[in-house]
């Protein structure tokens, strides 16, 4: 498995580890495979997989078993999200970076003056089990399906609402009807241009006829002159608006390193080269 490379899935690990054997949990790296994970799939606040075992002949173990495993966290009720929108909504920090598909990283603080919490917390916030033979706590294949939703939240930290009780579509709606979020999702509106289709690579030339007693010279010469000081480019309402859509790790972007991160470096350059010359 490769390595939980956001904060929010590293501090998804790190809150089981607050209330789970680490010895234990660590176990399950191997089973975050999918290669071993035969198939999951999230429905509501409960995580399920059909998980692959180790064949054991040593213990008459001759055919490769399959685990049904799943946990669920506590949901969060109602009325208690219907709260934690207007908070969420009323602060600029939070609210633009959650319309913006990211997940801010204080966001744990409305949660706690709400007296709730997004990350697990205790071994009461969570409830989980599994068909093998190992009632540990965690057995590896519970820890292995732990290790596997850490590294989807790399890609989707908003799981992290769903399994709480309220999916992304739910939440974003929420936000975009309070005074803050309605007014940047009219930005984001703005910004968004519907592509057009190219009929060619190059732009082609488009014939005119020169005015009756019009010199070329005269056509081609503004009756303006050219302002002496050109007023700065305004930048976009929200800069580089299609990258951070995708977020950090988009399913396509395999490695390390942050794609947000990289396409700012890449954009840095190309400006200081266009700059020099």
């Not at 213990?59 to 966290?73: A, D, I, M, Q, R």
């Not at 850490?150 to 579509?169: I, V, W």
Request: hydrophobic share 40%.
């Amino acid at each position: 498995m490769k390595t939980v490379r956001t904060w929010w899935g590293q501090k998804f690990i790190a809150a089981l580890e607050g209330f789970t054997d680490a010895g234990r949990l660590a176990r399950g790296r191997g089973y975050a495979s999918t290669h071993r994970i035969k198939q999951w799939n999230i429905h509501g606040s409960k995580v399920s997989a059909e998980i692959r075992g180790n064949l054991n002949p040593y213990y008459g173990v001759y055919k490769e078993p399959l685990y049904h495993t799943c946990f669920e966290l506590k949901p969060i009720a109602t009325a208690d999200w219907a709260k934690l929108i207007r908070e969420l909504g009323g602060q600029a920090a939070y609210v633009s970076r959650l319309l913006l598909n990211e997940m801010p990283d204080t966001i744990e603080e409305p949660f706690k003056k709400l007296g709730h919490y997004l990350l697990p917390k205790n071994a009461k916030d969570l409830k989980a089990s599994c068909s093998c033979p190992d009632w540990g706590d965690a057995c590896k294949h519970i820890a292995g399906l732990y290790y596997f939703l850490a590294g989807k939240l790399d890609q989707d930290p908003f799981l992290l609402f769903e399994l709480r009780g309220l999916p992304r579509a739910e939440l974003l709606a929420g936000l975009r009807k309070t005074p803050l979020g309605a007014a940047l999702a009219d930005a984001l509106s703005e910004t968004e241009a519907e592509p057009e289709i190219a009929t060619s690579y190059f732009s082609r030339p488009e014939p005119r006829t020169l005015p009756q007693n019009v010199s070329a010279d005269d056509f081609w010469r503004s009756p303006k002159r050219l302002p002496e000081n050109i007023n700065p480019a305004v930048p976009p309402a929200v800069p580089a608006l299609l990258i951070k859509k995708g977020g950090d790790y988009p399913a396509f972007w395999t490695k390390e390193n942050s794609f947000i991160e990289t396409m700012e470096g890449v954009y840095e350059a190309i400006r200081k080269r266009a700059k020099w010359w």
